[in-house]
């Protein structure tokens, strides 16, 4: 039997809303595809980048330690008894700084840097006013000075 002409036109419909439902489920897929891979990688990117400004500040914490202790061993300064014991903590506490993520609380590297800044302040403060005018400037550090 042959169908009639309304209903080849219904059936030609039903094709088409079936082949546009199985076309927008194929770009659906391979747009989360591309999603999960794009934001993969803007994550890793991100990630990197945050590590790295983390990394930054408690290498610039663990460097005034260390420069501060120099000074005292070479006779330029004399520091003050809680200092000589606040200074070698601060730049051990620096050298310990994780540099990598864990799942462990102890080793998150947002919690390491605020008990850093905390004990550079207590620092700061055993020293004097000589280095609590030290201060981690990210907007500063990389820019160059100009000249002319």
Excluded: C
């Excluded at 663990?62 to 330029?76: F, H, Q, S, T």
């Excluded at 520091?79 to 310990?96: E, F, G, I, S, V």
């Excluded at 102890?106 to 840097?113: G, I, K, R, S, Y």
């Excluded at 004097?128 to 000075?145: E, F, I, L, N, T």
Aim: aromatic letters at 6%; a negative charge; hydrophobic letters at 40%.
């Amino acid at each position: 039997m042959e169908k009639t002409t309304a209903e080849n036109k219904t059936g030609t419909m039903e094709d088409l809303i079936h082949l546009e439902t199985m076309f927008e489920e194929f770009g659906r897929q391979d747009g989360m595809r591309d999603g999960v891979q794009s934001g993969s990688l803007e994550g890793r990117l991100s990630g990197v980048g945050r590590g790295f400004e983390l990394a930054k500040e408690a290498g610039f914490y663990g460097g005034v330690a260390e420069m501060w202790l120099n000074a005292a061993k070479r006779g330029i300064v004399e520091l003050p008894p809680r200092a000589q014991k606040a200074l070698p903590t601060l730049q051990a506490q620096a050298q310990d700084f994780p540099l990598a993520n864990s799942a462990e609380p102890e080793l998150d590297p947002v919690a390491a840097l605020e008990r850093l800044r905390a004990r550079f302040k207590a620092a700061s403060a055993s020293v004097g006013p000589a280095m609590v005018s030290q201060k981690y400037r990210p907007d500063d550090a990389g820019k160059p000075k100009m000249n002319f």
